[in-house]
């Protein structure tokens, strides 16, 4: 199959409908192989093919079973990935606060605050007891 990208989803596609025939068999030369794990790496070859012309999978949880059936697979990259030697880059995550937000933090009156809205309303620290019950 090598890199056609073509081929990985119409061997998915087969393997989709044919599956759960009983008759069934997938095999990888002459081993028998899972033809759920054979329809999985199907999908996932056809998609690195088409992101990035090559396998860009990272294997820094391990190598799953479908990685063992595909052409793609490059096992010195995924001992490297496991052994920690490429980690993943770290996520940044940017938090902002919206200019209401700011504003209250300042003290301010919000920018956007609704009409007829009280700029001085007091919010309690508890439920006053009245408001506990059922109505």
């Not at 010195?76 to 902002?96: K, S």
Request: glycine share 8%; with cysteine.
């Amino acid at each position: 199959m090598g890199t056609d990208s073509a081929a990985y989803p119409a061997l998915a596609s087969l393997l989709e409908r044919a599956r759960h025939w009983r008759a069934t068999e997938v095999n990888e030369g002459d081993e028998p192989v899972s033809a759920y794990h054979a329809k999985q790496m199907a999908w996932c070859a056809s998609s690195q093919l088409k992101s990035y012309g090559a396998c860009r999978f990272r294997f820094v949880y391990g190598v799953f079973p479908r990685c063992s059936l595909c052409p793609l697979f490059d096992a010195e990259r995924a001992i490297r990935d496991v052994l920690g030697e490429n980690p993943p880059p770290a996520t940044v995550i940017e938090i902002t606060l919206g200019p209401t937000l700011r504003a209250l933090l300042q003290g301010e009156v919000p920018p956007n605050l609704p009409e007829g809205s009280d700029p001085d309303l007091e919010v309690p620290d508890f439920v006053p007891e009245g408001w506990a019950e059922p109505g």
